[in-house]
């Protein structure tokens, strides 16, 4: 693969039956009590396994095994192989996006629905400098501001495979500034560390979509 790549699937796609998924995916299913969970976990394992087959990393969604690495991301086996590429997942509402990217790049995606976020959000989760940024936001662009970087900061928490266990404040973003137009727009980030990173975000049909990889990659490309 060059570059970075995204494809999306709700809900309704999701093919009846399991005989899509692998025997270990079918164990790890068994397992699940509630069927929120589970309905995220099949949508994420779908378009990730389409993700790979339509990009031509596998032949087919039954021979590939996307498992869940100790930290919780998300690893794809090709007929029991490590992919030739990088992968990472999301999910909100009934969408799954995947994300994928050369073997070897640290990727993250994450999918947000667009709402206003609270004071105390901010305040708990938001560097003074985004806090900063999202009150500048114009009138009816708030609810953008504040959900694009709450998603810039999770995709870089997922990129570093750690999520939620990096304490937000630690990543702190700074995007370009835009709307719910359906266009890329890239965004930088620091953190933790220091360590920097570009990414890109977009928003469309109440959603923000952000995706961040290191190394830096172009503008992310739809698969198929
Ligand atoms: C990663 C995390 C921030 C995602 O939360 P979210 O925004 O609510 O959910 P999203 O739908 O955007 O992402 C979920 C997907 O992220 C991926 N993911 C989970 N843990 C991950 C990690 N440590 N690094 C990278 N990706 C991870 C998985 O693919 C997961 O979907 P799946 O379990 O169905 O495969 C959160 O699950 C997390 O922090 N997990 C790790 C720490 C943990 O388990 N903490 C307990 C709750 S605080």
Redesign the pocket.
């Known amino acids: 693969m060059n570059g970075v790549a995204w494809l999306s699937a709700r809900q309704e796609e999701l093919p009846r039956g399991e005989a899509w998924l692998t025997a270990a995916e079918r164990e790890v299913l068994a397992r699940f009590r509630v069927p929120k ?1 589970r309905a ?2 099949l949508l ?2 779908w378009v990730a396994k389409r993700a790979l087959v339509l990009s031509g990393v596998a032949v087919s969604e039954e021979d590939v095994a ?1 498992l ?2 100790p ?4 690893e794809a086996f090709v007929l029991g192989h490590p992919a030739v590429a990088a992968l ?5 509402h009934g969408v ?1 996006v995947a994300a994928l990217g050369p073997a070897g790049t640290r990727i ?5 629905a667009i709402e206003e976020r609270a004071p105390g959000f901010l305040g708990d989760w938001f560097t003074p400098v985004e806090q900063a940024f999202v009150a500048a936001a114009k009138e009816g662009e708030r609810a953008v501001a504040a959900t694009l970087v709450w998603s810039a900061k ?1 995709c870089v ?9 990096i304490p937000p404040k630690a990543v702190e973003v700074a995007p370009e500034r835009g709307s719910a137009d359906g266009q890329w727009r890239p965004f930088r980030a620091r953190g933790p560390g220091r360590e920097a990173w570009s990414g890109w975000w977009r928003a469309e049909g109440g959603f923000v979509l952000g995706l961040v990889a290191s190394p830096a990659a172009g503008t992310p490309e739809p698969i198929g």
């Open positions: 969970r995220d976990w994420g394992r996307i869940a690495s930290s919780g991301a998300p990472s997942l999301t999910h909100s799954a993250g995606v994450d999918l947000e999770e928490m997922k990129a570093l495979r750690e999520g939620l266990r």
